[in-house]
């Protein structure tokens, strides 16, 4: 991925169609994370994400949702932690 290097100030920088950062509804992973996870971490991905999930305990930002299964939204710097012991379904995209 390449820098993006701005020479003076700017009010507003939108930055699209840049891999890895903000291709929205790219698939991140369907393999469920073990540990703390965010889009960071999973796929190097600095966007917002969004997961699904069944059969899992859901934990974001280290708070209990009491949810074991749905679809959950991290935004940028959020993080979510999966337990229980069946096999879950997840699924990871870009948002």
Do not use: W
């Amino acid at each position: 991925m390449d820098a993006i290097s701005i020479a003076s100030a700017l009010s507003k920088v939108e930055v699209t169609n840049c891999a890895g950062y903000n291709d929205e509804h790219t698939v991140l992973t369907s393999t469920p994370p073990v540990g703390t996870f965010s889009g960071v971490t999973v796929d190097g991905y600095y966007g917002p994400t969004v997961f699904y999930v069944t059969q899992r305990s859901v934990t974001i930002d280290v708070e209990p949702t009491n949810l074991s299964s749905g679809g959950f939204t991290l935004a940028p710097g959020e993080t979510a932690e999966l337990s229980g012991a069946s096999i879950p379904t997840f699924v990871m995209i870009g948002n």
